[in-house]
Structures are given as structure tokens and as C-alpha cells.
């Protein structure tokens, strides 16, 4: 079945206590991203990976990092959270195919709370 | 750069009828795709339609249909026989070379 795998799905930390939240993708895909959402401002792309060892910044890339060792993992790296950071987290991953038509697949989220 | 609009911020239906929710977008591209997504409480994005912007024909999965006006740049939602299981909040999106710009969501509360 394909999937989009992040861990873990729910995750209280303290403000400066660095965390990693994990992204695995069982298809293949060359592109993967992280999207944020907030009340009112929809999903936006913290940083996106178009192969490994190719990442760049997306729309908020503040405070955030990211690393694409190997292609069907994409972790994201919060090296001092602070409270303005709780959010909920998606990843990504997605193709384009032939004949013009795309595939997409989201993870299920991670509710993220900074004290 | 591309922006995704959606004017209602909430909306109620009936149980059995339809609804429609409403979506623009702006963008100078002439190739894109266009996606409708449900998040149901457990927070999930779930796929609920996508339209190619080449594709003149309006996609139709089921329940779900869309009116593409790609000269007027809308993109809008029809559920027809609407069920309790539709209460969620839906997002509109536009995707380019795997990027997606989403707006900031209608949430459907369907009435029994």
C-alpha cells in the first residue's frame, strides 16, 4: 500500500529542546515536502527535497531544517523550538507522471505543541 | 506567485442535499493541476478530486464534482446527497512542478 509515514503523530515539547519529527515514503517518489497548517492560513511549505542530497526552502522555512539522505526518507529538524512553532505538520510526497497526470500522498500529521 | 482563495469560511447543509463550496486562484500558469482535499477530525488529508488544468472536462468522482472555469480562474465543489460523513473541513489547492498552495479552508457541517 502506498504511504506517507511521519512520527510521531503527537508531540509536547519545551521551548529550546531540539526534536525531529520523521517522514518515510514507500513509492519511490523523487519529491518530497513539509507543510504546516494553521487556523485560517490553509497548508504552507516549510522546505521541499526534489531528490537526496537536494533540498531547498519553501514559503516559512524559519527555524527549521531539513536533511534527504536517502530518497524515501525526509525528516524535519526543529533545532530550538519555540511556542510560535505549534502547529500541525504535514509531509508530503508526489510525482509527476506521464501524460500530464500527478500523483500526491500526505502523512497523517503531527500535532506539534511548544510550552 | 499563486494564491488560492476560498470566500466561506464555514457552511451548513442538509442532510441529502447539495452544496456547493466555492474556490478561485490566481496564477500566470497555463499548466497545473487543481486538487480537492477533506480533513475530517482525525486530521487526515484525504483526496476527495483533482483536475488537470488541461483537461477541459469537469473531474467526477461519485458524489463529488467540480465546475473548472479555468478563464475565470474558479475551481468550486458540488456534493450532492450530502452525508453526515461529509462534515469536515475541505481545501482547495493548486499544485505546480509538486508544489501546493492551499486557501484557507471551508469547514461543511452537515445537519441531520
Known amino acids: 500500500e502506498a504511504q506517507v509515514t511521519q512520527n510521531p503523530r503527537y508531540l509536547i515539547t519545551v521551548t529550546g529542546k531540539k526534536l525531529t519529527v520523521t517522514c518515510s515514503q514507500n513509492m519511490n517518489h523523487e519529491y518530497m515536502s513539509w507543510y504546516r497548517q494553521d487556523p485560517g492560513l490553509g497548508l504552507r511549505q516549510i522546505y521541499y527535497s526534489m531528490n537526496v542530497e537536494v533540498t531547498d526552502k519553501g514559503d516559512v522555512p524559519e527555524g527549521y531544517k531539513v536533511s534527504r539522505k536517502e530518497k524515501r526518507n525526509f525528516p524535519l529538524i526543529l533545532e530550538s523550538p519555540s511556542p510560535n512553532q505549534t502547529s500541525l505538520y504535514f509531509c508530503?510526497?508526489?510525482?509527476?507522471?506521464?501524460?500530464?497526470?500527478?500523483?500526491?500522498?500526505f502523512g497523517q500529521g503531527t500535532r506539534l505543541t511548544v510550552v | 506567485a499563486q494564491t488560492v482563495t476560498q470566500s466561506q469560511p464555514e457552511m451548513s447543509v442538509q442532510e441529502a442535499e447539495t452544496v456547493t463550496l466555492s474556490c478561485t486562484y490566481d496564477t500566470s500558469e497555463n499548466n497545473y493541476y487543481l486538487f480537492w482535499y477533506k480533513q475530517p477530525p482525525s486530521r487526515q488529508m484525504i483526496l476527495v478530486i483533482r483536475?488537470?488544468?488541461?483537461?477541459?472536462q469537469n473531474a467526477t468522482e461519485n458524489r463529488f464534482s467540480v465546475n473548472f472555469q479555468k478563464a475565470a480562474k474558479s475551481f468550486s465543489l458540488k456534493i450532492s446527497d450530502s452525508q453526515l460523513g461529509d462534515t469536515a473541513m475541505y481545501f482547495c489547492?493548486?499544485?505546480?512542478?509538486?508544489?501546493?498552495?492551499f486557501g484557507s479552508g471551508t469547514k461543511l457541517n452537515v445537519k441531520p
Open positions: 489547492a493548486f499544485m505546480k512542478l509538486n508544489k501546493f498552495y
Open positions: 483536475q488537470e488544468a488541461y483537461k477541459q
Open positions: 508530503a510526497s508526489s510525482l509527476i507522471l506521464p501524460r500530464g497526470r500527478t500523483e500526491a500522498f
